[in-house]
């Protein structure tokens, strides 16, 4: 018998028809099907598949990866209706803050012509590999695996793709080997454009967080996003009003460069709820710049708030559709 032929006897004691397994030279890569499993057989079952193919004559390296049905796994969309307001940066630390309290989340960074989540989740530089023409996210060292545009191209060109490509594009990250993730934060690209429109309708999000700055443009271009997902029949998770206060970091006085409040009294006249506001501060802006999200620090009291409430809200069963 050849080596391709013993492992895949020894992965189908295991797993049955469930495994499908692929050898790329002394590569061997099993992708399980996990739906219906609970995580101790599942977690289980990794470990078995792993153990009987390590060491195996002929093999030099082995990857299991696990997927489910799409319909267990949460989308949640995060956006903005115009550019500039911290959305990406809000994104990262909404995944690593969902991922401290207790979620399996993966990131999306579905911001095709502006991919800023490698440098915001500290890998920059890296490239997902591919198994059985699926991208396999990259780890980073927040536990939230991340698949990106940035990190297809070289970093510095510009990605000047029509439509179509660009939602081909984001159909390769939403659709990668996701494993056990039971939730994705999907970092969009401001606007209300195609990679949107492509979003919405296949790839039903539970739900919308909308990030908007206090000023007044800014919520003009926040609620045309809202009016999106409206109409796409998208829940809005909330609002979270962005740069809301700067303090100064010698007088201490705070000061509202942006304004203030304009984003909670304008998710009350929408009737959505307010998630929270995030301050204008040095330390936020400089940490995502050097890859350490706040929202991995133990003492995070920003990021982690706005977290619990997105989790309690994904928890809710959902509302019965009208007949």
């Given at each position: 018998m050849t080596i391709y032929d013993t492992a895949?006897?020894?992965v189908a004691a295991i797993a049955g028809d469930r495994a499908t397994l692929r050898m790329d030279g002394a590569r061997a890569g099993v992708i399980l099907d996990a739906t219906g499993l609970d995580a101790p057989e599942r977690d289980a079952m990794e470990v078995a598949l792993r153990t009987a193919l390590t060491g195996r004559p002929g093999i030099a390296e082995v990857r299991v990866v696990a997927t489910a049905e799409r319909s267990a796994r949460a989308l949640i969309a995060v956006a903005s209706g115009k550019g500039g307001v911290g959305k990406s940066t809000i994104a990262a630390n909404l995944a690593i803050a969902l991922s401290r309290a207790g979620r399996r989340v993966g990131m999306v960074d579905a911001d095709i012509y502006g991919p800023s989540q490698p440098r915001l989740l500290g890998v920059e530089g890296t490239r997902p590999e591919a198994l059985d023409k699926q991208l396999?996210?990259?780890?980073?060292?927040?536990?939230?695996?991340?698949?990106?545009?940035g990190q297809l191209v070289e970093p510095g060109r510009a990605i000047a793709w029509r439509g179509p490509m660009a939602a081909g594009a984001l159909g390769q990250l939403v659709e990668g080997a996701w494993g056990r993730a039971d939730t994705l934060v999907l970092d969009l690209p401001p606007g209300t454009g195609d990679v949107q429109l492509t979003m919405v309708q296949k790839y039903r999000p539970a739900g919308a967080v909308?990030?908007?700055t206090p000023q007044d443009l800014s919520l003009i271009d926040a609620t045309r996003a809202i009016d999106l997902f409206q109409k796409a029949g998208i829940p809005i998770i909330g609002l979270i009003e962005n740069m809301a206060g700067y303090i100064c970091p010698h007088c201490h006085e705070i000061s509202d460069p942006f304004g203030l409040g304009g984003a909670e009294a304008a998710a009350l006249d929408l009737g959505i709820p307010f998630l929270g506001r995030i301050p204008l501060t040095g330390s936020i802006r400089a940490a995502s710049d050097a890859g350490r999200p706040p929202a991995a620090e133990a003492g995070d009291h920003v990021f982690a708030p706005i977290a619990a409430t997105v989790d309690a809200w994904l928890r809710q069963p959902p509302a019965a559709t009208p007949r």
């Open positions: 895949e006897a020894a396999i996210p990259v780890l980073t060292p927040y536990g939230v695996p991340l698949l990106s545009m909308i990030v908007s």
